[in-house]
């Protein structure tokens, strides 16, 4: 049974397929002190669904079993940014991951429920649902979390979607995976905002990617320089970590690579009305920020690498109808012409 799931979730495109137990995750104690440190930042969710997180149990009542799946987006020939174009993580250069994987869990799901049987229960998630998945993907042999908080795959590194379904279905667990980090911290070292505080604690507070995708007001003046480019998401720390060099493409997200959204002009970004952010967003995680976190984040990279040039574009967004770009994007024009000046002076 099992190895006929294992190979049906590999005909839908999913890398990696393992089982383990519908019991607490083993971290659940540094999940709850890292939420009461506030590490979390403005993420209430994770606060919210703390109960449930830490209990599978009070997620699918009678759940046995966690069917743990990985998805790689590596992608081999992934184009660099120029200086004059927004940087945005690698993930999210994807039709969004959250509807591409649901359908095919969906079908894990009614696949269960054929061959196991109709009373049998099973629920998918994928990123969002009430679930600890790193612990669990790590415990299930998926990888193992590393000093980045993220999962690592020794067979393809640490580009991977994780999903899960939980069901009442009792299936032999696999092999649990172990940390294999040894004396490496490249990914603490890299980070440019030493949000990494101490190895496996991430305080999302400090970092580019909460900043510049959930964080919905405006981004703490001390971390902006560090931001550089960056407009939506930051591979830094994943990037940094040497298991990498077994990461291969999948060919699953392989078709909904979204080759529009690589390479975006600062300037052009700036430009975007309601209706341009959502029809060239349509699809792609990125519309998450809405357009004023978007436009909030281009006048940051604006203000890092930017020049007199891209000073019209920052004027006409100093009148935009939204307080919070033009905050920014006033912000931007001062370090603009404060890097003019200098350079004049020298
Ligand atoms: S995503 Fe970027 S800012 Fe956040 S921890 Fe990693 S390297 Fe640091
Ligand atoms: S970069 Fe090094 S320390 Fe960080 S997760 Fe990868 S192996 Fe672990």
Redesign the pocket.
Known sequence: MKEEIRAFSYSLGFDICRFTTARPAEHQAAFEDWIQAGHHGEMGWMERSVPKRVEPQKVLEGAKTFICLGVSYHRTEDRKEKPDEGVIARYAKYNDYHEVLSEKLKAITEYLSEKGGRNHKSLWYVDTGPILERDIAERAGVGFV???TNL?SRQLGNWLFLSEVITTLPLEPDTPEKNR?GT?????SSCPTGAILQPFVLDARKCISYFTIELKGPIPVEFRKAMGNRIYGCDDCLA????NKFARQGSLMAGHYRKDLGGSELVSLLDLTEEEFKKRFAGSPILRTKRKGLLRNVCVALGNVGNEATLPALEKAVRDKEPLVVEHALWAIEEIKARSLTRANQ
């Open positions: 590393g000093k980045h690592i980090c490496c911290s490249r990914c603490i940094a970590c040497p298991w």
